[in-house]
């Protein structure tokens, strides 16, 4: 099993930058593919990014891609969430993910709790 605690959400102004950070507990982290997933309010769940266990293979929503980028630390089991140039439609809770399998579509076996990303206009 995988717990997931994510970290490092904030208020921001837009333009600005942000890191997410997501611990895992035990000494698995490596085993799995990890991603990143945000909801605004009264609005459903969306895909961030994701990355293979080895941090190889990464692959990011549109709405994100050239300015988030997603790494890992497996020996922290940690992964990051390196946020730029951010906007407001990006506010959202933010939650890191773990999947054993590297997969499309990706199937999602644990989840953290979620941490507050909000970017003012």
């Known amino acids: 099993q995988v717990q997931l605690v994510e970290s490092g959400g904030g208020l921001v102004q837009a333009g600005g930058s942000l890191r997410l950070s997501c611990a895992a507990s035990?000494?698995?982290?490596?085993?799995?593919?990890m991603g990143w997933f945000r909801q605004a309010p009264g609005k459903e769940r969306e895909f961030v990014a994701k990355i293979s266990r080895n941090g190889i293979m990464k692959y990011y929503a549109d709405s994100v891609k050239g300015r988030f980028t997603i790494s890992r630390d497996n020996a922290k089991n940690t992964v990051y969430l390196q946020m730029n140039s951010l906007k407001p439609e990006d506010t959202a809770v933010y939650a890191c993910?773990?999947?054993?399998?590297?997969?499309?579509?990706?199937?999602?076996?644990?989840w953290g709790q979620g941490t507050q990303v909000t970017v003012s206009s």
């Open positions: 993910a773990a999947a054993y399998y590297y997969t499309s579509p990706q199937k999602y076996d644990y």
């Open positions: 035990g000494r698995t982290f490596s085993d799995y593919t």
